[in-house]
T-cell receptor, first 110, second 108 residues
Framework: NAGVTQTPKFRILKIGQSMTLQCAQDMNHNYMYWYRQDPGMGLKLIYYSVGAGITDKGEVPNGYNVSRSTTEDFPLRLELAAPSQTSVYFC?????????FGPGTRLTVL | RKEVEQDPGPFNVPEGATVAFNCTYS??????FFWYRQDCRKEPKLLMS???SGNEDGRFTAQLNRASQYISLLIRDSKLSDSATYLC?????????FGTGTSLTVIP
């Protein structure tokens, strides 16, 4: 199993640009999550999904959107990038206990 | 109020020492608890799950105290390779929440 994969690994955006962070898992996990982690800070939940077709807001959803059309994929969309969205983004999945994280996407908005 | 409070450290300990980290949580509905290890510029990795009375895995022991609403992680005989940030986390059933992490450096 590849586990949780994320693309791209790094990205620089200009203010106002849009992009989609890709996340996929091959473990048949129902639950998937998107977090952001700022330097020296903990993980903040952006959005999560309990299964295909179902998504819910987390702690910091503003400026982001998600979709869950399949069990495997959970893309995160930034429509109008802002400097405050500069962060490391982690996707994670779980079945019933404990989360497995992807390697992260480092995003810089200039 | 944060869901979980964690001492950020840093903890600097000599090789071979025993070190303990604690996390306190506020949501009494939390069902499961976990410890994660995060290396610099890497993703968090699940270290141990903590259920009811605790869990032991080699040099690592995790304990849960529901009455006082805290979990702990004990590392015995610290190795240089244990240097990392340790995050505690909890599960309310459909959402996970994490502490900000405790930094550990094991010194030769």
């Amino acid at each position: 199993n590849a586990g949780v994969t994320q693309t791209p690994k790094f990205r620089i955006l200009k203010i106002g640009q849009s992009m989609t962070l890709q996340c996929a898992q091959d473990m048949n996990h129902n639950y998937m999550y998107w977090y952001r982690q700022d330097p020296g800070m903990g993980l903040k939940l952006i959005y999560y999904s309990v299964g295909a077709g179902i998504t819910d807001k987390g702690e910091v959803p503003n400026g982001y959107n998600v979709s869950r059309s399949t069990t495997e994929d959970f893309p995160l969309r930034l429509e109008l990038a802002a400097p405050s969205q500069t962060s490391v983004y982690f996707c994670a999945s779980s079945l019933d206990s404990g989360e497995f994280f992807g390697p992260g996407t480092r995003l810089t908005v200039l | 109020r944060k869901e979980v409070e964690q001492d950020p450290g840093p903890f600097n300990v000599p090789e071979g020492a025993t070190v303990a980290f604690n996390c306190t949580y506020s949501n009494s509905a939390s069902q499961s608890f976990f410890w994660y290890r995060q290396d610099c510029r890497k993703e968090p990795k699940l270290l141990m799950s903590v259920y009811s009375s605790g869990n032991e895995d080699g040099r690592f022991t995790a304990q849960l105290n529901r009455a006082s609403q805290y979990i702990s992680l004990l590392i015995r005989d610290s190795k240089l390779s244990d240097s990392a940030t340790y995050l505690c986390g909890g599960d309310t059933g459909n959402q996970f929440y994490f502490g900000t992490g405790t930094s550990l450096t094991v010194i030769p």
